[in-house]
């Protein structure tokens, strides 16, 4: 059995953080695609003029995306760091959470003959005539 006794509060807060926004940006940016297609589809004007620019409705949208995705990570740093520190805090009266993990031997990897080199016994000589 091991424990988990702390955290170590800005690495695990980056590393949330940094998951968090790769997530965001997963479905932004197909989201904002459609976004993007069904707004130029749907702002048509009654005399066939379209009242949406396509270039500044793409940009607005990749902006909120990307905006979008930079709060993520940021409010999840500063929940994860939150967290880890009152994880820490408790860890210290309780003794943290047990893990018990397995140990696994890799497998054994093998090494292929070398090119030229002979992988076996030596060919039988040809019968003499």
Do not use: H
């Not at 967290?83 to 210290?92: M, T």
């Amino acid at each position: 059995m091991f424990r988990i006794r702390r955290f170590g509060v800005v690495k695990t807060a980056t590393v949330a953080a940094l998951m968090y926004f790769v997530v965001v940006l997963i479905f932004v940016i197909p989201i904002a695609l459609i976004v993007v297609v069904a707004g130029t589809q749907s702002t048509a004007g009654r005399d066939g003029t379209s009242l949406f620019d396509p270039a500044l409705g793409a940009a607005g949208v990749f902006v909120f995306g990307l905006l979008a995705a930079v709060l993520y990570g940021l409010i999840g740093w500063i929940f994860t760091a939150v967290a880890c520190l009152i994880y820490n805090l408790v860890a210290r009266w309780t003794g943290g959470i047990e893990v018990q993990v397995e140990r696994r031997e890799p497998p054994v990897a093998t090494v292929p003959a070398t090119w030229g080199a002979p992988s076996g016994p030596p060919p039988a000589a040809p019968p003499a005539s």
